[in-house]
């Protein structure tokens, strides 16, 4: 008698329960704010690439909206360095939610990753600090090459057998003619290309938008002033 009364409502408030815990965890995953505040995990992630989030604030269009771009979320600006907001796919679709910082001289300043959805223990080790590193004073011109020549992957973090079946399988692919090299992760070619694909959107958008000019305080800036196409990255095996 009792498990027929009680058994059934702990089932039902069991799955309520687990139904609630992936909702939650899927809108953090994928929630991209367009009112134009600039969020905790925003503020969170301005820290840690310039040490505080004061004095930054979310560029508009002159109607108000948030100003975007393909494959740029928002703009942050101090009226010195940048932060581009950015969502590319990785191994999984839209896995990748960054934060990428450029200075005023045109170079990135570092990588937060704001959220991951990569597959555990090998795509999220695209978070690592060194894999990030590499990122620092890269240049828009360091990522163009003169045949558009895919990025070479050196496998990194992996044992010598793995990183001689990646080379058999031709999975490092050709180099650039800027000199720029992608360390890519071991087993997470997908996850760490798209971790270069949001750097060169930055930059691209960086270079194309000319920060340094176009959002002189006296000029103000007009309503999505230019229109980025950044090629899609070839892709290797990965998780």
């Not at 959002?215 to 892709?235: D, M, Q, R, W, Y």
């Amino acid at each position: 008698m009792f498990n027929e009364k009680i058994k059934p409502p702990l089932v039902l408030t069991l799955i309520c329960l687990i139904a609630c815990g992936l909702l939650v965890a899927a809108y953090e995953a994928t929630y991209t704010d367009t009112t134009g505040v600039i969020t905790d995990k925003l503020t969170a992630g301005l820290t840690e690439l310039y040490g505080s989030a004061d004095g930054f604030e979310m560029l508009k269009n002159d109607d108000g909206t948030v100003l975007t771009y393909e494959g740029v979320t928002s703009v942050l600006w101090d009226g010195e360095n940048a932060a581009f907001e950015i969502t590319t796919d990785g191994y999984s679709t839209g896995g990748l939610h960054v934060l990428v910082g450029v200075s005023p001289n045109g170079a990135v300043s570092g990588v937060s990753i704001m959220t991951i959805g990569e597959t555990p223990g090998l795509g999220t080790k695209v978070q690592n600090p060194d894999f990030l590193a590499q990122f620092r004073g890269v240049r828009y011109s360091d990522t163009v090459t003169e045949e558009a020549a895919p990025v070479k992957a050196k496998a990194v973090w992996g044992t010598k057998a793995e990183i001689k079946s990646l080379e058999a399988d031709k999975q490092l692919s050709g180099g650039s003619a800027s000199g720029f090299t992608l360390d890519a992760v071991t087993g997470a070619t997908y996850s760490s290309n798209g971790m270069y694909t949001a750097v060169r959107t930055a930059l691209a958008a960086y270079e194309n938008m000319g920060m340094d000019a176009y959002f002189a305080p006296t000029l103000g800036h007009k309503e999505n002033p230019v229109s980025l196409t950044i090629p899609e990255e070839t892709k290797g095996a990965d998780e």
